[in-house]
């Protein structure tokens, strides 16, 4: 069986992510051509990852077998219609964008309709991902499997509705930032207070990772959760920060889902 090739069209953080993760390992790198305009981009992607073929043509990479598009949605509206005639008529697309749905891709496609939609997740990066996909309803069961193998290193990757993309974007792929600055300044204050970086780590991981299996497995509500530790340093900021997060984080998600 001849091996499958690979196009991503756009060499920016999740393609990079995307390389990084899957490597030679999972992914034949020497099958992969990635396109972009900025000529630093497919530098520092040649540099890091030898055996990908770079260029600043995006027809190159929409030929082959299966083609990424990891551009952000006002690229790829004017992306996509360029690129639709060197689709081929087997390939697949997936997309890594909210917003654009299904029917929208299509038209950008010229009715081409053989395409997946995924929300990307940083922490892929270590195989620890939640890549939640949907899949149009031309894919075979046989090409889904595919797909899920393509996956599989990169963590998590459940099939869900097209409707909650937009929901997983908010919640999970962006997730990450609304905690990562917290957990840096845990990391810098305990240097402060006296103790190794790999001490603090190594107490802030194991602190996360158990916070997180207490909330979610110990068939105790919140409330219950939350009366565990007496001591609550920051509760008088509970209420502003949980304003901030209903305020900023609904908003975008009716923002993406109104787009």
């Not at 990908?52 to 030929?63: E, G, I, S, W």
Request: glycine residues 6%; hydrophobic residues 45%.
């Amino acid at each position: 069986m001849k091996a499958k090739t690979y196009g991503f069209i756009g060499g920016g953080r999740v393609t990079s992510i995307f390389l990084n993760a899957l490597g030679n390992k999972f992914l034949p790198l020497e099958q992969v051509t990635v396109s972009d305009c900025q000529p630093d981009i497919l530098a520092k992607l040649k540099a890091t990852f030898p055996d990908v073929t770079v260029t600043p043509d995006n027809h190159h990479p929409a030929t082959k077998d299966i083609v990424i598009v990891a551009l952000h949605p006002p690229v790829i509206k004017s992306v996509l219609p360029e690129v639709r005639s060197s689709l081929q008529s087997e390939a697949l697309v997936i997309s890594l964008a909210p917003v654009l749905t299904f029917a929208k891709l299509g038209e950008l496609l010229g009715g081409f309709d053989r395409i997946v939609r995924l929300i990307p997740n940083a922490p892929s990066l270590v195989h620890a991902g939640f890549n939640p996909v949907a899949y149009s309803n031309t894919i075979s069961v046989e090409e889904q499997a595919e797909i899920e193998t393509l996956l599989n290193p990169l963590g998590k990757h459940p099939i869900v509705g097209e409707e909650t993309l937009e929901a997983y974007a908010v919640i999970a792929a962006m997730g990450p930032t609304y905690f990562w600055f917290q957990w840096q300044a845990l990391r810098q204050l305990g240097a402060t207070f006296g103790l190794s970086q790999n001490d603090t780590d190594a107490a802030l991981a194991c602190m996360l990772q158990g916070s997180v299996k207490t909330l979610f497995e110990s068939g105790l509500g919140y409330e219950a959760v939350c009366d565990l530790i007496p001591v609550k340093p920051l509760a008088d900021k509970e209420p502003q920060i949980q304003q901030i997060y209903q305020e900023t984080l609904a908003k975008l998600h009716a923002k993406l889902k109104g787009m």
